[in-house]
């Protein structure tokens, strides 16, 4: 199974998974800097995110809260049905970015260091041979 699909395969469990109750959004630090999550509502928010990940558009309030992600991890105990809300969310923003390839739905902050980043980072933790035969 390639990564996409694996991607896709986990997107479509967790969003089976989940009820949309919100809870994980009502945990997120992140909620006041993400324009349009208050208004909306946590069950609303989370039912956008649940469309991202099944390959729809989501709501601009949904967006927003994955945009405004940094991972903190506060969701995860939040859930109710022991879902994983934060590799959903993880989930959610490879694909709004547009990771399988569809247009992104959210900016997208290109890296150009990302590449050297990599190696240098590779570098450090390879053996010579990996390094030759991999980089
Ligand atoms: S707390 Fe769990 S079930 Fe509720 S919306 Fe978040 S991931 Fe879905």
């Known amino acids: 199974m390639s990564l996409a699909d694996h991607i896709r395969a986990e997107s479509a469990r967790l969003a089976a998974l989940c009820t949309a109750c919100g809870d994980c959004v009502s945990a997120c630090p992140m909620t006041p800097y993400a324009p349009g999550v208050a208004e909306a509502g946590p069950a609303a928010v989370a039912a956008g995110l649940r469309d991202v990940l099944l390959a729809g558009p989501g709501t601009p309030a949904a967006r927003a809260w994955i945009a405004a992600c940094t991972r903190s991890g506060v969701c995860t105990p939040a859930c109710r049905e022991g879902i994983d809300p934060a590799f959903m969310l993880r989930l959610a923003t490879w694909r709004a970015k547009g990771a399988l390839g569809d247009g992104p739905l959210i900016a ?28």
Do not use: G, M, N
């Not at 997208?108 to 570098?123: G, H, I, L, M, Y």
């Open 108 to 135: 997208v902050k290109e890296d150009t260091q990302f590449s050297p980043k990599v190696k240098a980072f590779a570098r450090v933790t390879l053996t010579e041979k990996e390094q030759r035969e991999w980089l």
